[in-house]
Structures are given as structure tokens and as C-alpha cells.
């Protein structure tokens, strides 16, 4: 889980475009509960501005890390984003 909200923003063309989109993607989080930059993978999209989006907010976004034990370590995790057109 994120330790606080993630804030991607909508894409100004594609709000006035009126599109929408979801973005999935996957990416390891490490010990120290940020993401491993190499391990983030493009699961699903359509539109690339709402990708850069995603990937900007990630970039800012720190995480709880996964324990074994006491012990903190890495887990992959997946996460859809859902971006609607504002009315």
C-alpha cells in the first residue's frame, strides 16, 4: 500500500479531448519502499499521456514495504489506474 494517496494527474489534452482511460501496471517494490525504476512494466493502456502521468506520479510515490517476519523485503505488486472524464 502507499503510504499516502497517488496523484496522477489528468492529462490536459485528453481532457479536452474527453477521453478516458485505465493503466495498469506492474512494478517490485523494494525494502526500503520505493520502487525498483527497472522493474516497472506497462501491463495495460491507450493512450500515452495518461501513461506519463502514472509513471510521474510513481516516481514521487513511496510505499509500505512487504515483511517476512521482521524482516522488510521486496514484493511485486500490480496497480490499475482509472481516469475518468470529468463531467
Known amino acids: 500500500m502507499p503510504i499516502a494517496g ?4 489528468f492529462p490536459f489534452t485528453a481532457r479536452l479531448a474527453g477521453l478516458g482511460d485505465s493503466v495498469t501496471i506492474a512494478f517490485t517494490v ?7 525504476a ?3 512494466e506497462l501491463v495495460r493502456a491507450s ?22 517476519g521482521d524482516c522488510a523485503v ?5 496497480q ?3 481516469f475518468k472524464v470529468p463531467d
Do not use: Q, W
Open 6 to 9: 497517488i496523484n496522477a494527474k
Open 30 to 36: 523494494d525494502s526500503d519502499g520505493m520502487i525498483a
Open 38 to 40: 527497472e522493474s516497472v
Open 47 to 68: 493512450y500515452r499521456d495518461f501513461v506519463s502521468s502514472v509513471l510521474d506520479a510513481l516516481g514521487r510515490t513511496r510505499y509500505h514495504p512487504a515483511y517476512l
Open 74 to 78: 521486496a514484493t511485486r505488486m500490480t
Open 80 to 82: 490499475r489506474f482509472l
